[in-house]
């Protein structure tokens, strides 16, 4: 089990750009989570996905938004981008109500 | 709103020199307390769940224990591979939906 996989590892952009980042949940989850981690910061919840809807946000605008695909694995894209985007964006699924969440080795954004 | 807090912010020991970190938190219904291990521009590691007051889990050098108003992370006779930031995070459930909120994090400096 290769658990929860995140592409890109690294991404720079500029200012105004748009971003896709993806994610392949742990076999047998079906609920996935992202998070934003600014440096030195704890993660921040943005939204969750479940049965390919968004299922619950956070905080984000709607500059911020996601997909979830039957197979369960998600993308998350950012339109606009600012500054201030960027972050260690981390990727976590779970089974719908679970314990745990198991969190992939997220993608570093750097918008310059 | 969610409130999760956690002490020190940053921590040195020696090794062999036994310390507890603090995560004190304010819900509303708690589903659950969560503890992390976070190495540098990585994705967080579980730890631990702990549902309710008086429950403690083990795991190798590290016992977590929970109360009605915060939880503890102690770590016995750490070694210099336990440098890494410790995150709580808590699990709320609103409007049918979970929703997690994690702490800053206590970045843990262990000295050979």
């Known amino acids: 089990d290769a658990g929860v996989t995140q592409s890109p590892t690294h991404l720079i952009k500029t200012r105004g750009q748009q971003v896709t980042l993806r994610c392949s949940p742990k076999s047998g989850h079906d609920t996935v989570s992202w998070y934003q981690q600014a440096l030195g910061q704890g993660p921040q919840f943005i939204f969750q996905y479940y049965e390919e809807e968004e299922r619950q946000r956070g905080n984000f605008p709607d500059r911020f938004s996601g997909h979830q695909f039957p197979n369960y694995s998600s993308e998350l894209n950012v339109n606009a981008l600012l500054l201030g985007d960027s972050a260690l964006y981390l990727c976590?699924?779970?089974?719908?109500?679970?314990?745990?969440?198991?969190f992939g080795p997220g993608t570093r954004l750097t918008v310059l | 709103e969610d409130q999760v807090t956690q002490s020190p912010e940053a921590l040195r020991l020696q090794e062999g020199e036994s310390s507890s970190l603090n995560c004190s938190y304010t819900v509303s219904g708690l589903r659950g307390l969560f503890w992390y291990r976070q190495d540098p521009g990585k994705g967080p590691e579980f730890l631990f769940t702990?549902?309710?007051a008086g429950e403690e889990k083990e795991k190798e050098r590290l016992k977590a224990t929970l109360t009605k108003k915060e939880s503890f992370l102690h770590i016995t006779a750490p070694k210099p591979e336990d440098s890494a930031t410790y995150l709580c995070?808590?699990?709320?459930?609103?409007?049918?939906?979970?929703?997690?909120?994690f702490g800053i994090g206590t970045k843990l400096q262990v000295i050979p």
């Open positions: 976590a699924s779970s089974r719908d109500r679970g314990d745990e969440q198991f």
């Open positions: 702990l549902y309710s």
């Open positions: 995070a808590v699990r709320t459930y609103s409007g049918g939906y979970q929703k997690v909120t």
